[in-house]
């Protein structure tokens, strides 16, 4: 299994600052992917970082909102940018181990943002 | 788009057999996963059906259908410890190998 961890696990900031979450995975990985949890629900796709890229990412969310950089095969950073309350949230780290289809998706610990 | 759909809350008695259903759309279909997340905690990888069948890992079983864009979690003997949040996920590889995961089912077990 992958051991992935995140950094700062929890943080409480002032509306229109910014954030940077960094992900660290404990071996090179090629794809990374950054997701949003609210409490009690699904978790939603922000970006795919591939390393040497720009990342990939998914409707509703931009570049300029959610800065990712993928220096290396085995860390990340996901910036959020110029925040409201409306991001608070949990944010999630996540790469994917195997082979030959049978891959699994392994977790980060998560980032628990409140945005007062 | 992308769509799946599965149960949002299922409740069981310890020592009882569950069923989770997740039906799911998708542009393209890589693989059918479960995923299990306790209160405060990251999802857990629990399995995998890239083919129609049944895979059974322990007290957890998975089955996929891709004719029916269907599957389902059976959990066997259940424990207190099994209440949590399951979440049905379907990797896309037609869209860079990413993975979408369903709205989830929360297990609550009763003694």
């Known amino acids: 299994s992958a051991v992935i961890s995140q950094k700062p696990s929890r943080d409480i900031c002032q509306r229109g600052t910014s954030l940077t979450i960094q992900c660290q995975v404990d071996?090179?990985?090629?794809?990374m992917f950054w997701y949003r949890q609210q409490p009690g629900q699904s978790l939603t796709l922000i970006a795919t970082?591939?390393?040497?890229?720009?990342?990939?990412?998914e409707s509703g969310f931009v570049i300029d909102k959610f800065p990712i950089s993928r220096p290396n095969l085995t860390f990340s950073t996901l910036t959020v940018s110029n925040m409201s309350p409306e991001d608070s949230s949990i944010y999630l780290c996540?790469?994917?181990?195997?082979?030959?289809?049978?891959?699994?998706?392994?977790f980060g610990p998560g980032t628990r943002l409140l945005v007062l | 788009g992308q769509s799946l759909e599965q149960p949002s809350e299922v409740t069981a008695v310890e020592g009882a057999i569950v069923q989770i259903n997740c039906t799911y759309q998708t542009s393209g279909f890589y693989g059918l996963s479960w995923y299990q997340q306790h209160d405060g905690g990251a999802p857990t990888f629990l399995s995998y059906?890239?083919?129609?069948g049944l895979e059974e890992t322990g007290r957890f079983s998975s089955f996929l259908s891709r004719s029916d864009s269907y599957g389902y979690l059976l959990l066997q003997e259940l424990q207190m410890k099994d209440s949590a949040s399951y979440f049905c996920?379907?990797?896309?590889?037609?869209?860079?190998?990413?993975?979408?995961f369903g709205a989830g089912t929360r297990l609550f077990v009763k003694a």
């Open positions: 059906n890239a083919l129609d």
């Open positions: 071996s090179q990985v090629t794809m």
């Open positions: 996540s790469s994917s181990r195997g082979t030959g289809g049978r891959e699994t998706q392994y």
């Open positions: 970082a591939n390393q040497g890229s720009e990342a990939t990412y």
């Open positions: 996920a379907v990797r896309d590889e037609g869209g860079g190998f990413k993975t979408i």
